[in-house]
């Protein structure tokens, strides 16, 4: 049992040890006055081996965090960055707080030093100054150059104050411990280091340390990173390292002024940051210079933490300076998200997702330059491999139900979305030749052709937007209906499919690449099999083009949210309406399947809304007794609820997307007012009038602002296949670029292609010998560049 005392707070930790040694207990109990709280955290003991995936980090229970001098350092190199410092501080008191063992090699006191002593002279002078002019005058005073060790000196107690006072704030004790290289190197000193440390821990007092730089003697010549159990401690990151591998810490994070380590210094042409590194890649980096401030540079860097890699612990450098993501980098990094260079002894079976990406584009380029009638020759292969192949493809899918069954993480809507069946290839493979056909008409069409003047004309021409990247969930048979809109609109394409249906997106892609082989552009299509999270793709901005989610409002939602780089294509619900107007006709009513024949589906209408004419008459009887025999839960909207003596649940929300067999009924007095009802709570997707009254359902078609609207027929319509697409890459609710189900035409865009003899703009000037004409040309049926 350790006690630590600050003030009034007292902190008391019992550890208690399992008997099968896998798991530590902490019951830490905290009292301030009458304030008592009790947490239980379990954590695993600590790892002999480093971590091989981001994903694994969450798992880190010992971490190290070094923050580097252009971290703590103002730009003025004199005084702290208090605001950065605090941000950082709250991340290691949020990890302390959850259980996890945190340590801080920090730089600073050089910095705090130089601003104490820097202003105790300018005081100095001027008092002098004044008693020996008789009037302040503070003119030619200058600061002469102050000495590193008394800077550190002077400023180190502040700096471990103002680490105090931070940590005070979430009730966190902390120790200062300053080391030079000799107490590594005596055994007896290094013992005494590490039993202090671990002592610290078992109290769950943060430890600050830092290098004693009032007394640090040069260097050792020629001992520099050799081998696991010699290492000089030449500045903080060597000092990181050699802490994380002699108290065998989890996780390294060495916080530093740029975002990574990148392939060439960074700011240069075509840098590159790298984001796993793994022992032996070296060779392909070349170093700049050091920070402005920090006396290591990158590549002292990357050997500190090499060096701590091959001693069993996992490292990340990252960027602790920029204010867009400080106050989250630490926490974002023992999340597993994509910050940083992450450094892994495993190398990873296949190529990286920005490998993937970059494979892609350099092969969609190539396929955008085929024939009409080459790219429809892969659309027509890809389909007929869908028949060919359909029992290794059904088999593939029959493994992932039953997995998904067996788990039941699933509801019944994603189940029945990841169900593939004989029929289902089938319309498969006719929506695919259908795409073939259209897509003799895509890339390189002319839609317009202008006469700018005599021998100078313009052409605006169809190109493919670049790389797109299509994340799905549950339905495989998205993949062969994306991917060959990707083929026939000459986009490179990253796909990102739901684990549940791993088996039977991995087979899919492999008839995909090899109908794409056939004109060798195999590449063009990338499946994302990695770890990769999706918010970790959405920040690739400078290599994808376009995001389209396919799946649930929540996943669009999320893909909204994180993608602020990269447009994104998609609907974030499926709230459709259909309204039965009073002129209705029961027989049409009735048999439009908007709710029962796929409830799942993102078109099945969520809202009834029924005009207050037909309460209490056979026509509403029939409606509800339809419903009731197709088991279809009905929940009351607001009004609805009042005209009932006991009526069905009333509805929390009238924008729920409900994906199953259930629906809202509400009751309008009028069409204009189911238009204001489908504006307020509608989300612009797919909404229906059913009515006999042609007036009504016109009115009705041109005010209803959605993508898709119909009068009499189901809005299970609204569908690629179903508008004759061939297939759609999702329904945009977006009214830019692309609305309602996105086939061929959405995934292209333009470009303007100017032919002349050198013709120049001062030509056309008040002075110039030529005048612009614009006269439109007419452009061929079919006219391709």
Not at 446 to 472: D, K, M, Y
Not at 742 to 764: I, N, Q, S, Y
Request: glycine content about 6%.
């Amino acid at each position: 049992m350790g006690q630590c005392v600050k003030s009034k707070y007292r902190i008391t930790l019992i550890r208690r040890r399992h008997m099968m040694q896998s798991f530590q207990c902490f019951i830490i109990l905290g009292s301030y006055t009458n304030l008592r709280i009790t947490y239980l955290l379990v954590l695993p003991r600590l790892r002999m081996h480093s971590f091989a995936h981001r994903s694994e980090l969450k798992q880190a229970k010992r971490i190290v965090v070094k923050l580097g001098s252009a971290v703590v350092t103002r730009g003025d190199e004199c005084g702290l960055a208090l605001g950065r410092l605090a941000s950082i501080v709250e991340q290691v008191a949020m990890l302390q707080n959850q259980g996890r063992e945190m340590m801080i090699v920090t730089s600073g006191a050089v910095a705090f030093g130089k601003q104490r002593l820097r202003h105790e002279i300018l005081l100095s002078q001027s008092v002098r100054q004044a008693l020996h002019s008789g009037q302040n005058q503070l003119k030619d005073m200058s600061v002469p150059v102050l000495e590193a060790r008394a800077c550190a000196a002077a400023g180190q107690s502040g700096l471990m104050a103002l680490y105090e006072a931070m940590f005070t704030q979430y009730s966190i004790c902390t120790a200062q411990i300053l080391v030079t290289n000799l107490d590594f190197h005596d055994e007896q000193k290094r013992r005494n280091l590490n039993s202090t440390l671990h002592e610290l821990l078992r109290m769950n007092i943060v430890p600050i340390i830092n290098t004693n730089d009032a007394v640090v003697p040069p260097p050792v010549p020629n001992s520099d990173l050799q081998g696991v159990n010699v290492i000089s401690i030449k500045d903080n990151d060597s000092l990181a390292a050699r802490l994380a591998v002699e108290m065998k810490v989890d996780l390294l994070i060495a916080l530093s002024d740029v975002q990574g380590l990148y392939d060439s210094p960074p700011g240069t042409d075509d840098a590159k940051l790298i984001d796993i590194f793994y022992p032996g890649d070296q060779q392909s980096i070349t170093y700049g210079t050091k920070s402005r401030v920090g006396i290591g540079g990158m590549e002292a860097k990357v050997k500190a933490a090499l060096w701590a890699l091959q001693g069993g612990t996992s490292v990340i450098i990252a960027n602790g300076t920029d204010p867009k993501v400080t106050g989250h980098v630490i926490t974002d990094i023992v999340e597993g998200k994509k910050v940083g260079t992450f450094f892994s002894e495993v190398k990873p079976a296949g190529p990286t997702v920005e490998q993937q990406t970059e494979m892609a584009r350099h092969a969609g380029r190539t396929l955008a330059s085929l024939l009409p009638e080459q790219r429809a020759e892969i659309i027509c292969c890809l389909a007929e491999l869908l028949i060919e192949k359909k029992e290794e493809i059904l088999n593939a899918n029959k493994k992932d139900m039953e997995l998904a069954t067996t788990l039941g993480r699933l509801s019944q809507p994603l189940i029945n979305r990841l169900s593939l069946s004989t029929a289902k290839l089938n319309s498969l493979a006719i929506g695919l030749r259908q795409l073939a056909v259209s897509s003799r008409n895509s890339v390189g069409r002319v839609l317009r052709r202008t006469r700018v003047a005599n021998n100078l004309e313009l052409e605006q021409i169809t190109v493919p937007i670049g790389v797109l990247l299509v994340i799905f969930e549950s339905r495989p048979d998205c993949l062969p209906q994306v991917s060959a809109l990707a083929i026939a609109s000459g986009n490179a394409l990253l796909l990102k499919g739901g684990k549940e249906a791993s088996n039977t997106n991995k087979i899919l892609h492999q008839l995909t690449q090899e109908a794409l082989s056939i004109h060798g552009v195999a590449d063009a299509i990338q499946l994302v099999s990695t770890r990769e999270e999706v918010e970790d793709l959405c920040r690739l901005d400078k290599m994808i083009d376009l995001i389209i989610p396919r799946g649930s409002s929540q996943l669009v939602r999320e893909i909204q949210r994180a993608a602020k780089g990269i447009p994104v294509l998609g609907h974030s619900e499926g709230i459709c309406h259909v309204y039965i107007d009073s002129d209705a006709s029961i027989d049409k009513a009735l048999d439009i399947d908007s709710k029962c024949d796929y409830p799942a589906a993102c078109n099945a209408m969520e809202t009834l809304l029924i005009h207050r004419d037909l309460l209490r008459t056979p026509v509403f009887d029939q409606i509800i007794d339809m419903l009731r025999t197709e088991q279809v839960k009905i929940h009351a909207g607001p009004r609805f609820a009042s005209y009932l003596t006991f009526s069905p649940s009333e509805v929390k929300s009238l924008r729920t997307e409900y994906g199953d067999l259930e629906c809202c009924i509400e009751v309008v007095d009028s069409m204009q007012e189911a238009v204001d009802h489908i504006h307020k709570y509608g989300s612009s997707h797919t909404d229906v009038i059913v009515t006999e009254n042609e007036e009504t359902a016109e009115q009705f078609l041109q005010q209803v602002d959605s993508a898709c609207v119909f009068w009499n027929s189901s809005s299970r319509f609204a569908d690629g296949y179903r508008f004759g697409l061939g297939a759609e890459v999702g329904i945009s609710t977006a009214r830019i670029h692309a609305r309602g189900p996105v086939g061929l035409e959405g995934l292209l865009t333009t470009k303007w292609v100017l032919r002349g003899e050198g013709h120049t703009v001062a030509d056309f000037s008040e002075q110039g010998s030529m005048k612009y004409l614009h006269e439109n040309i007419p452009v061929p049926q079919g006219s391709f560049n």
